[in-house]
């Protein structure tokens, strides 16, 4: 956190998504900028250090070129960013702002000041401010986090989450896999339905504070969604959820545990070194209920 680790994430942009995620980048850090300021010198792959003061600092961040839209993703303290992925700073309001961003009402200041999806900090700064928005600050600012939160539900189930926990059908505790995908399908139909509308929600709150009635309205199409991006099939305004998907999630899970990656017995990563052997799982998980695979080879016939 604030710069103090060997790594820190590193905001470059990514897929479109709104709320939370693309947390897939760090930089090496060991402490400081010393490394990356000796490179200043550089005459090719020389580092553009601005606003220091904003180093490690907590914001929303987006995607500069972005073929699918523009999208904001909250960003907790203790990044770096650079233009692929930059980031928008504020003491009071922040997701406030963070909400606006992600409204249809930037989406319509943004078809004329962005025009070509490119969306640099000066097209963004330029997207204006209703000072009646302020007025619903608090409301607004509870729905943003939660939708923030639904968000980085969904982010932190995915192995390629630094805040991995467990499969998602395992964690569930049935001895079927089709009961253990019914409970998973019930739950996250529920939330992507719930982040679906708390956006129009927020679309509306702002549509009405611009007046904006007579030209957008707050409806959200269920592909704009950003949740379940990998799960989600639509078909005629209806949602469905694909078990191929969800059950290679479990495939993928189940090679992990039998590497040690993971545990049924414990969350989050339990070997992660090259160097790591059965006796530092053992260290960790005494008597596990399922046993890693001691020469990490798997023969399929």
Known sequence: IEGRGKWVPYNKGGDFKRWYGNRENVLRWNGSDSELS???????????????????????????????????RYCEKGAMFDNGGCTLF???????????????????YLDFLAPTL???????????????????ANVVEEIVKSCVELSKDDWSSREQSWNFKTNELTKRNEKLIAKAFDSYKT??????????????????IFINHY????????????????????EVIVTNNQISIDPIR??????????GCIFGRYSLDKSGLILSGHA??????????????????EDNIIPFL
Do not use: M
């Open 38 to 72: 000796a490179r200043l010198t550089w005459k090719k792959k020389r580092p553009t250090l601005r606003n220091r003061k904003h180093w490690f600092e907590e914001g929303y961040t987006w995607t500069t070129v972005s073929g699918g839209g523009f999208s904001a």
């Open 90 to 108: 504020g003491k009071n309001n922040l997701h406030l702002l963070g909400g606006l961003l992600n409204s249809k009402v930037a989406d319509r």
């Open 118 to 136: 490119n969306f640099q900090p000066g097209d963004i700064g330029s997207v204006a401010i209703e000072e009646s928005i302020f007025n619903s």
């Open 187 to 204: 739950d996250w139909v529920n939330k992507f339905h719930l982040l679906h509308q708390k956006e129009e929600l927020l679309n509306s």
């Open 211 to 230: 007046g904006l009635q007579y030209e957008l309205t707050p409806n959200v199409k269920l592909e704009s969604i950003t949740i379940l991006q990998d």
């Open 246 to 255: 969800v059950l290679s999630q479990l495939f993928s899970f189940s090679i």
């Open 276 to 293: 790591e052997t059965i006796e530092d799982f053992l260290r960790q998980i005494s008597a596990p209920k399922f046993f890693p695979d």
